[in-house]
């Protein structure tokens, strides 16, 4: 197996994307401090985001290889678990830092991002030969029942708290009543999500489990020993982590000192480095016409940021004395909906168009250009 591990290192890295591992490596041990000038902060910043390209190429080559061995619809959960390291350490890392703001803004971005910019090149590239592609009806179903719930799941507290007349704030320092809820409401969005896997994986297995000489596209070449796939992938996350952190460091610093956009910095610069990884995944499937995997690694990677990451951070916020609240500004939470609503539009009757990708690329166009000029 060690023999294995190497040699699917040196595949790994032997190819032009090895080039940014320089960016890599120089993120890792980068020594940040709130006093450096404001130029040398974004030079670090490009440094820290470029540093994840590479990563996130690793990872997707990876998830490929999985989903090829695995099935489209298993491969595609591991590319969502995965996928979505990086918006899990940003959001750690900004909660105990007690960024209320950045944690929730930058969530709705990953999932603007996700939607919007990622689902709307995959659904361009897939359909670009073909008048409609058709999509997994069941499962995509699903996914886009419960990107609806979970906007809505976001939704209800923040009304609550407007009709309360309460100041809507995304979290605190001390456990009052709006953290009350939020907890309350995040272990049942929790428990909600779960009986996903549950209902998929047991009670209705058949409709979501296509036959493997439809789900499978035959590997080319030696196949990669299935322990050296997933022990490599431990050590490329593991890096990612480091360098995420460093990048949320420098975020934080660039925000304070150069009086950046939340806004615009949330939702739409920050998710472009977090969500590098689904990118490729999703692009790459599509043109293999593998759309199941395409909308397994955006949508589906939504679905998991609002049901168990968010919820997560809520949860784990207590014990660090930082109460995230399951609330949203206005203006997020309306681009949030607005997303939802686009990509049911366009999935509802289970086929797809270059068209339609355009419409999803084009109001992810329209949000961040909203954020930029009129965000504050």
Same mark, same amino acid.
């Given at each position: 197996?060690?023999?294995?591990?190497?040699?699917?290192?040196?595949?790994?890295?032997?190819?032009?994307?090895?080039?940014?591992?320089?960016?890599?490596?120089?993120?890792?041990?980068?020594?940040?401090?709130?006093?450096?000038?404001?130029?040398?902060?974004?030079?670090?910043?490009?440094?820290?985001?470029?540093?994840?390209?590479?990563?996130?190429?690793?990872?997707?080559?990876?998830?490929? %290889?999985?989903?090829?061995?695995?099935?489209?619809?298993?491969?595609?959960?591991?590319?969502?678990?995965?996928?979505?390291?990086?918006?899990?350490?940003?959001?750690?890392?900004?909660?105990?830092?007690?960024?209320?703001? &950045?944690?929730?803004?930058?969530?709705?971005?990953?999932?603007?991002?996700?939607?919007?910019?990622?689902?709307?090149?995959?659904?361009?590239?897939?359909?670009?030969?073909?008048?409609?592609?058709?999509?997994?009806?069941?499962?995509?179903?699903?996914?886009?029942?419960?990107?609806?719930?979970?906007?809505?799941?976001?939704?209800?507290?923040?009304?609550? $708290?407007?009709?309360?007349?309460?100041?809507?704030?995304?979290? $605190?320092?001390?456990?009052?009543?709006?953290?009350?809820?939020?907890?309350?409401?995040?272990?049942?969005?929790?428990?909600?999500?779960?009986?996903?896997?549950?209902?998929?994986?047991?009670?209705?297995?058949?409709?979501?489990?296509?036959?493997?000489? %439809?789900?499978?596209?035959?590997?080319?070449?030696?196949?990669?020993?299935?322990?050296?796939?997933?022990?490599? &992938?431990?050590?490329?996350?593991?890096?990612?982590?480091?360098?995420?952190?460093?990048?949320?460091?420098?975020?934080?610093?660039?925000?304070?000192?150069? /009086?950046?956009?939340?806004?615009?910095?949330?939702?739409?610069?920050?998710?472009?480095?977090?969500?590098?990884?689904?990118?490729?995944?999703?692009?790459?499937?599509?043109?293999?016409?593998?759309?199941?995997?395409?909308?397994?690694?955006?949508?589906?990677?939504?679905?998991?940021?609002?049901?168990?990451?968010?919820?997560?951070?809520?949860?784990?916020?207590?014990?660090?004395?930082?109460?995230? /609240?399951?609330?949203?500004?206005?203006?997020?939470?309306?681009?949030?909906?607005?997303?939802?609503? $686009?990509?049911?539009?366009?999935?509802?009757?289970?086929?797809?168009?270059?068209?339609?990708?355009?419409?999803?690329?084009?109001?992810?166009?329209?949000?961040?250009?909203?954020?930029?000029?009129?965000?504050?």
């Amino acid at each position: 197996m060690l023999k294995s591990f190497f040699s699917l290192g040196r595949e790994l890295v032997s190819s032009r994307w090895s080039l940014l591992l320089i960016f890599t490596a120089a993120a890792l041990f980068a020594h940040l401090n709130e006093g450096m000038p404001i130029g040398q902060l974004i030079g670090w910043f490009i440094v820290c985001g470029l540093g994840l390209v590479p990563l996130s190429r690793m990872i997707a080559e990876m998830v490929e %290889e999985l989903a090829d061995r695995l099935g489209d619809r298993i491969g595609g959960l591991v590319s969502v678990a995965l996928g979505n390291l990086v918006e899990l350490v940003v959001s750690f890392t900004a909660l105990a830092s007690g960024l209320y703001h &950045l944690v929730v803004v930058s969530m709705a971005g990953a999932v603007i991002t996700n939607c919007l910019l990622v689902l709307g090149i995959s659904t361009c590239v897939g359909a670009r030969k073909q008048a409609t592609i058709e999509i997994h009806p069941y499962s995509t179903g699903l996914q886009d029942q419960q990107l609806l719930a979970s906007a809505m799941f976001l939704a209800i507290p923040t009304i609550f $708290a407007l009709n309360n007349k309460a100041e809507l704030s995304e979290g $605190a320092n001390k456990f009052d009543s709006f953290a009350s809820y939020s907890l309350i409401v995040s272990v049942i969005v929790l428990a909600f999500y779960l009986l996903s896997f549950l209902y998929q994986m047991g009670t209705a297995r058949n409709l979501y489990m296509r036959a493997e000489s %439809e789900d499978v596209l035959p590997a080319a070449g030696e196949k990669k020993p299935l322990g050296s796939l997933i022990v490599m &992938l431990l050590v490329v996350s593991a890096i990612l982590v480091g360098v995420s952190e460093n990048l949320v460091e420098s975020l934080e610093f660039l925000v304070e000192g150069a /009086h950046l956009n939340p806004l615009f910095v949330g939702i739409f610069l920050l998710p472009l480095f977090g969500c590098f990884s689904e990118a490729l995944i999703s692009i790459k499937a599509a043109n293999s016409n593998r759309m199941d995997l395409s909308m397994a690694s955006t949508v589906e990677s939504s679905v998991q940021l609002l049901l168990f990451v968010m919820p997560l951070l809520v949860i784990c916020g207590i014990p660090m004395g930082r109460y995230l /609240h399951l609330a949203i500004p206005g203006a997020s939470l309306f681009c949030l909906g607005a997303t939802v609503l $686009a990509v049911h539009w366009i999935i509802e009757n289970r086929k797809l168009s270059w068209y339609e990708g355009s419409l999803l690329l084009t109001l992810y166009c329209v949000i961040g250009a909203g954020t930029f000029f009129l965000g504050s």
